[in-house]
Nanobody
């Protein structure tokens, strides 16, 4: 059974930082691209925020590039999302998403976590 468990969401003031974690089990971590997605109140689909590949490389959406950093620890089956300079518009539920690296197309994912809430106050 695949499990993705996110943690680290919190209430933070604008300009602050948070680090989210996603710990995975039930699949071969090294074979998969793992990233983050978010759903904010009243917002359209933003697409993938960032994605981490097994070789350590990563892609970012333009609107978080420079503020968000994704990293992964393959030994711990965990992916992290360091978020700095947070803005009220970053308020959302953040989801860990997974897809087999060979199938990655930037849009479709095989598994989603339950999400962790991030709220940024002005």
């Amino acid at each position: 059974e695949v499990r993705l468990v996110e943690s680290g969401g919190d209430l933070v003031q604008a300009g602050g930082s948070l680090r989210l974690s996603c710990t995975a089990s039930g699949f071969t971590f090294d074979d998969h691209a793992i990233g983050w997605f978010r759903h904010g109140p009243g917002k359209d689909d933003e697409g993938t925020l960032c994605i981490s590949f097994s070789d350590g490389s990563a892609n970012y959406a333009a609107h978080v590039n420079g503020r968000f950093t994704i990293s992964r620890d393959n030994a711990k089956n965990t992916v992290y999302l360091q978020m700095n300079s947070l803005k009220p518009e970053d308020t959302a539920t953040y989801y860990c998403v997974v897809v087999a690296e060979k199938d990655y197309d930037g849009e479709k994912y095989d598994y989603w976590g339950q999400g962790t809430q991030v709220t940024v106050t002005s």
